[in-house]
């Protein structure tokens, strides 16, 4: 139980177009799911909270107009990266918990942007 | 700035060598995890601890949350090259969990 489901896996866009990335929790209900960032070898980024029904919560230094994130159903959290720039290109991965927990989350295979 | 600092940030060793990988925070947490992360998937979770100065073993895997719960550590005896791949250490409360920094971990046969 307690499987994430991130789509696409990896994507390539044109700079200055939008792309969006969907996670989806497929047996559980989420009423919180996190994106984090990761650049090349290096660790997760957290980049904002998602909560169901109400505006996400974002960590200081990310751009809310830039990274817009729609979590519109229990399942189903949206990440559009918006007029997308070279400097963009990372993987981007999210996690969501069955409950509010504190024992750990479920991730997303992550996806791999490629902004050229 | 990372919340939570790992160390060594690289680690290369023998196979059926020890290691123990250390992730240190100024911060108190609810709640530490521990991931794995192989290139180009999502971390796969490995272990929790929630009680200061819990010892949790894990097969060869043996984890300890330090007594004021802002530091743990990661033990793995015997490495095998299966083990080889990023270690993430995450601190939580509740909410939201921030990564440590990770260690880039390679078993050579």
């Known amino acids: 139980g307690a499987v994430v489901s991130q789509h696409p896996s990896w994507v390539i866009c044109k700079s200055g177009t939008s792309v969006k990335i969907e996670c989806r929790s497929l047996?559980?209900?989420?009423?919180?799911m996190f994106w984090y960032r990761q650049f090349p070898k290096q660790s997760l980024m957290l980049m904002a909270t998602?909560?169901?029904?109400?505006?996400?919560?974002?960590e200081q230094g990310v751009e809310k107009d830039k990274f817009l994130i729609n979590h519109a159903s229990l399942t189903l959290s949206t990440l559009t990266v918006t007029s997308a720039h070279p400097e963009d290109s990372s993987f981007y991965i999210c996690?969501?918990?069955?409950?509010?927990?504190?024992?750990?989350?479920?991730f997303g295979s992550g996806t791999r942007l490629t902004v050229v | 700035t990372q919340l939570l600092e790992q160390s060594p940030q690289f680690l290369s060793i023998q196979e059926g060598e020890n290691l123990t990988v250390y992730c240190n925070s100024s911060s108190v947490f609810s709640s530490l995890q521990w991931y794995r992360q192989e290139p180009g998937e999502g971390p796969v979770l490995l272990v929790t601890v929630v009680t200061g100065g819990e010892v949790k073993k894990l097969k060869r895997l043996t984890f300890q949350f330090g007594d004021a719960r802002k530091d743990s550590s990661l033990h793995i005896t015997a490495a095998q090259p299966g083990d080889t791949g990023l270690y993430l250490c995450a601190g939580g409360n509740f909410n939201k969990f921030y990564f440590g920094s990770g260690t880039k971990l390679n078993v050579k046969p």
């Open positions: 996690s969501a918990s069955p409950r509010r927990s504190n024992y750990g989350y479920t």
């Open positions: 047996d559980f209900q989420a009423t919180t």
């Open positions: 998602s909560n169901e029904g109400s505006k996400a919560t974002y």
